[in-house]
């Protein structure tokens, strides 16, 4: 696998002094394990792939950080890699990077921090355009309790929160003057999510009416008390969901996190960044986010549309 069997090619500087890191580590790993020529072949054709996205900022493979590689990964996923695709890449880069830090060219692994692709991992189908309308449209807004379960499913749609961040709102965290809201998620990072018209106009209705009448004289910060006044739990809002699925005539199983799935997906199949939707859906970490790839099957080249389809 040496470099010295290869015919020279007038490739960069850059390029040449990862293509005699990437042998080295080829050549070590080939004498220590006696892996097979298919797969020195996949771990060469993954490094050096890398390599040349790294020669346009001039840098060699081992000067890479965890922005190089995340950056690396989203242009990948952006222009089709699948989650087992991107898996065999990063445990290629893991592999090397373990190789040059065991001989002392680095001190640090930019790959220890960024998660695997769960592989495999079965995310429910996602909802179409049609069903999110349908299960909106399902509640009975007459009603003030009907009037906060349509409100808390706009605002899942127009938001992507998790469940937990929905139960747990309170009033001080929408800003309507920006049109934000602001989440304090998994470990106390903060993050401020546009919230589109249609779901500023039902907060503002349900706020101003509604949550009066379920409250009468009682006191609370949550946004969406229950008819007692307390703050909503999972259980019962999931129960909500599966009530309004059935009543819409949605067959598909659902989940807690189906609307936030259907977020996700929508905004991908319309053009979203993928780094825009990581940043809504509150991910640490881009490759948490490639989940939603695949079930993204007909992303529309116009990036400059409306992204969301309630925006």
């Not at 010295?4 to 004498?31: C, G, H, Y």
């Not at 930019?110 to 996602?126: V, W």
């Not at 910060?221 to 999931?238: E, H, I, K, V, Y």
Request: glycine letters at 6%; a positive charge.
């Amino acid at each position: 696998m040496g470099s010295s069997n290869k015919p020279v090619t007038p490739e960069s500087k850059t390029v040449q002094r990862s293509e005699e890191l990437v042998d080295r580590f080829l050549d070590a790993i080939w004498m220590e394990r006696g892996l097979s020529k298919n797969t020195l072949g996949a771990y060469r054709a993954d490094l050096m792939t890398l390599c040349r996205g790294l020669s346009e900022q001039e840098k060699t493979i081992e000067q890479a950080d965890k922005a190089d590689l995340l950056d690396f990964i989203a242009k990948r996923v952006e222009s089709g890699a699948k989650p087992r695709s991107t898996a065999r890449q990063l445990s290629s880069f893991r592999r090397f990077f373990r190789y040059i830090m065991r001989e002392g060219m680095r001190d640090t692994d930019p790959t220890a921090d960024i998660e695997m692709p769960r592989i495999g991992r079965s995310l429910p189908k996602t909802l179409s355009e049609e069903e999110v309308d349908a299960l909106l449209a399902a509640p009975n807004t007459d009603e003030p309790l009907g009037h906060r379960d349509r409100t808390m499913l706009e605002l899942l749609y127009a938001t992507g929160l998790r469940v937990s961040e929905l139960i747990n709102l309170q009033q001080s965290q929408i800003n309507f003057n920006q049109g934000v809201l602001r989440i304090v998620g998994k470990g106390d990072r903060e993050r401020l999510i546009p919230l589109g018209e249609e779901s500023v106009r039902w907060l503002r209705e349900f706020i101003s009416g509604p949550r009066m009448e379920i409250l009468l004289e009682r006191q609370t910060d949550s946004l969406f008390p229950t008819r007692r006044g307390n703050r909503m739990t999972r259980q019962a809002f999931w129960h909500i969901i599966k009530r309004y699925a059935e009543k819409a005539g949605i067959r598909q199983k659902m989940s807690p996190h189906s609307l936030r799935h259907a977020f996700a997906t929508h905004l991908l199949n319309r053009g979203a960044d993928l780094r825009v939707v990581q940043m809504l859906l509150g991910h640490s970490d881009l490759s948490t986010t490639q989940i939603y790839t695949h079930v993204a099957r007909e992303r529309l080249k116009d990036l400059h549309g409306e992204h969301h389809p309630r925006g």
